[in-house]
């Protein structure tokens, strides 16, 4: 983990119509270190110091790396209007693609920006399982049809996975056969197996997600889509 200092920064904004609103920005650059998924939010605080309100505009990402960030505050959407002495609590989410270093920059008023920076680490092979898993295989003697998947902790402490569930827009056609004890508090390179079948007949698509929820990561959602088409006629021994 990587230990981030608070750094103060006070910012001047113009208040569209009224008097100078004086901000004060809890840090100057937000770090996400080395990852290799998408990472828990990290949050910066800015206050109102000054004597007017301060209307909160959308706090956009931008640069070269700017589409892997994203800002949003629940408290405080953009057209909020925050009084003197009030305070909003942003969070920044860092989604790596690639591998290498991915910077970008938040501008809170004129002059004056928020640094977003984080090193995009290798995927694990296999450590979250695909993003799509395919049931595909035609007239099956052998039904419901089966896919196992492992999920596995790829960082370097440990990963709390919460629960496991069906979502999507046919989660009914889908059940998470097997899995792991749960709670449980996977080390590093630890996995658990989850075996996940296809109940749905008849030759159109099924799709669903299976929810992985952890601690650490939130809800991560993975895919499922498969077909079964119809027997015909009797099974010859």
């Known amino acids: 983990m990587i230990a981030l200092r608070t750094l103060p920064v006070s910012l001047l904004m113009l208040a569209a119509g009224a008097a100078a609103s004086e901000l004060d920005v809890s840090r100057a650059v937000v770090e996400f270190g080395r990852q290799a998924y998408v990472t828990r939010p990290r ?13 909160v505009t959308a706090l956009v990402p931008e640069g070269r790396d700017a589409a892997l960030f994203s800002v949003a505050s629940r408290d405080c959407p953009p057209g909020s209007v925050v009084p003197p002495t009030g305070r909003c609590v942003f969070e920044s989410v860092f989604l790596p693609q690639g591998t290498g270093d991915r910077t970008a920059t938040v501008r809170i008023a004129p002059g004056h920006a928020i ?24 007239i ?43 709670p449980a508090a996977l080390q590093p390179a630890e996995g658990c197996s989850i075996t996940i079948s296809m109940t749905g007949l008849g030759s159109a698509p099924w799709s669903a997600e299976l929810v992985v929820e952890s601690a650490e990561l939130g809800a991560y959602r993975l895919g499922v889509t498969g077909y079964q088409p119809p027997r015909v006629g009797p099974l010859i021994p």
């Open 115 to 138: 640094a977003l920076r984080g090193t995009a680490a290798a995927r694990r092979t296999g450590g979250i399982g695909p993003l799509l898993l395919i049931f595909t295989r035609g």
């Open 43 to 55: 949050t910066f605080v800015v206050t109102n110091m000054g004597e007017t309100p301060w209307r």
């Open 140 to 182: 099956d003697l052998a039904f419901p049809l089966s896919e196992t998947i492992e999920v596995s902790n790829a960082g370097d402490e440990p990963l709390h996975l919460a629960a496991l569930r069906i979502d999507g827009r046919q989660p009914a056609e889908f059940e998470i056969a097997s899995a792991c004890t749960l």
